[in-house]
């Protein structure tokens, strides 16, 4: 007979050894790069490398000799990630710690004068870096745009456009914007992109969809800049992907979970989420992999081609870049 006090035991252990193996056998699907050429001598250079994806990004492209500059909000952070990255592998590549913030332009524009000054080229720009504010917060960036969409989508426009240069220089090269699938959920209104009548709403406690549409509606930005860029630089031997690296658990969400969140959604997390560097795959896949080179203007996911759902059309994606451009030169939100 087995006793009351085993059978207690045993039960939550059967639930957790069975999520185990349901997490094992789903995460199958979950992409892996299996490129693993020898980096050294190319510069890579990460947005937002200090945490999450980016920082698992970072330690694979550094496993494999790149030089990675960390292009960091905060400089700290940044050093504090590259020491810890050290004392994992002490034989890796070179790490160059640097400030960048994309919520200013004044940041972005002082930060590609230390680029221009300190580097002849760069092979690879990851655009990683990302926010998730909850809209009730209205939070902007330093000249006054709405959050997700000053830090996601401009500053990394803004900051891309002033590198191209130092790019054309390593080409072949590569440009990785990490987006998201999220970017089926957006809905573009050009009279409102800084979403003045969605925070209105948000404030007085009525949002219109469960996914915050400040970040769905970044991450669709991402998704057209690559396409439009990708055109743009037919045949200049820069090549611009665009991916998404899955619902992974890391720092992002931190805006918007609360404590009973992380006991809600603890099955959630054992169940769908990813780690950061299974998050990374996708991301270093897109930036490293030799089998995808000269394929410029597609969406990744899982380390393969995705078919988005959104219904992208020629006439937005013109729009948005003729929009950013002219926010950027005037500095502040029209
Ligand atoms: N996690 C997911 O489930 C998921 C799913 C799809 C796509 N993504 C995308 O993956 C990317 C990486 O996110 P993550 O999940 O790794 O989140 P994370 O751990 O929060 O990392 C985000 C990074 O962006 C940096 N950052 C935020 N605001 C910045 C600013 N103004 N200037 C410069 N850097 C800034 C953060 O710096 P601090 O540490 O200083 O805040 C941090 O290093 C994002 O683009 C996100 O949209 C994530």
Redesign the pocket.
Known sequence: MISAPALYAALPISVLVAIGFIRKWRSRNWGKCVSNTCLRGKTFLI????????LETAKALVRRKARVIFA???IT?AKEAINAIRKEQPSGGELIPMQ????SFESIENFVEVIKAGFHKIDVLIN????VVPLSQDEKTKEGFEIHFG??HL?HFYLTNLLLDHLKRASPSRIVV?S?TLHERAKLDFNDLNLRAEIEKAKQGRVSQRHNLGYCNS?LMNAYFVRALADRLRDSGIDVHAC?????Y???FRNSVRWYHYILMFPVVLLFMRS?KQ?SETVVYCASDYSIEGRSGKFYRDCAEYNSKYPFNKEEEIKLWNISEELIKARKPL
């Not at 947005?47 to 980016?54: P, R, V």
């Not at 998404?244 to 992974?248: A, K």
């Open positions: 947005t937002g490398a200090n945490s999450g994806i980016g960091c909000r905060d952070k960048l913030d994309l919520a990683n870096a990302g926010v830090v996601n500053g990490v998201s991450k998404c690296p899955g619902f992974c890391t720092n992002l950061a998050g």
